[in-house]
């Protein structure tokens, strides 16, 4: 169908980007690049060499030991989906955790971390025919992206989102932390001093506060299609 090209979504968190950009990628049969679950892997290894926690942030010993952090993504067969493996280990269960993403933030900011992840990204997008989702991918990434999006919701409804997600698989959350959570990752993710959180000029805005699910799929499948052909 059409020429490839590179289809960026940026946004808030939680507003469900990676299940429209896991879909779109299905649909066009491209590559789906949850770049959330790059930061989210840093983040984990820090936390597993004790250099974060709710107390202390040793960025300069993470920067230092960057270079040990290998990052690929592999196909789970059962599902069909593109898994993150960090170091050799498979940690896409690991990383969805509240205590993870209450830290990935302070990660996110820093600019080494940036650098390293973004060349990675740039590197998995030369092909073009890929779906990459994240906080940058149209302002950083792929600013010559043929299509971004920019998905957006009010922080209840991604709270609530997050926090049934959270529920279902097991985890002892509550609502109000899980809110605390989005509201306080908005914050450091559209002040941070390198790459914040910003719409492209031209991303076109879904504000998915109010849309279904399928109600959502139909507006941006029809944005797709008119990009593709
Ligand atoms: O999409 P997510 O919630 O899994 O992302 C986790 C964190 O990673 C988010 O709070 C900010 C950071 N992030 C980023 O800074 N740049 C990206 N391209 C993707 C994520």
Do not use: C, W
């Amino acid at each position: 169908m059409g020429n490839k090209i590179i289809i960026a979504i940026d946004g808030h968190s939680s507003t469900g980007k990676s299940t429209v950009a896991r879909r779109l990628a299905k649909e066009l049969g491209y590559v789906y690049v949850d770049t959330g679950a790059m930061y989210r892997s840093v983040t984990l290894y820090a936390m597993q060499k004790d250099l974060i926690d709710k107390e202390h942030f040793d960025s300069h010993t993470l920067i230092q030991v960057l270079s040990e952090i290998q990052i690929r993504f592999e196909i789970n067969k059962d599902s069909g989906r593109n898994e993150v493996v960090l170091n050799g280990k498979n940690v896409e269960r690991e990383i969805r955790s509240l205590e993870v993403s209450s830290f990935v933030s302070q990660v996110a900011a820093i600019s080494e971390v940036r650098t390293k992840l973004v060349e990675q990204q740039q590197e998995m997008g030369e092909e073009k025919g890929i779906v990459m989702d994240g906080r940058d991918i149209g302002t950083v990434v792929f600013p010559k992206a043929e299509l971004k999006l920019f998905m957006t919701a009010t922080a209840k409804d991604r709270a609530e989102r997050r926090y049934k997600e959270l529920v279902d698989r097991g985890d002892k959350v509550t609502y109000e932390e899980v809110l605390k959570n989005v509201v306080d990752r908005d914050h450091i993710d559209s002040t941070r001093k390198d790459s914040p959180l910003k719409k492209a000029e031209d991303a076109i805005v879904i504000d998915n506060s109010n849309l279904t699910l399928e109600g959502q799929f139909e507006k941006i499948f029809e944005i797709v299609n008119n990009a593709v052909k």
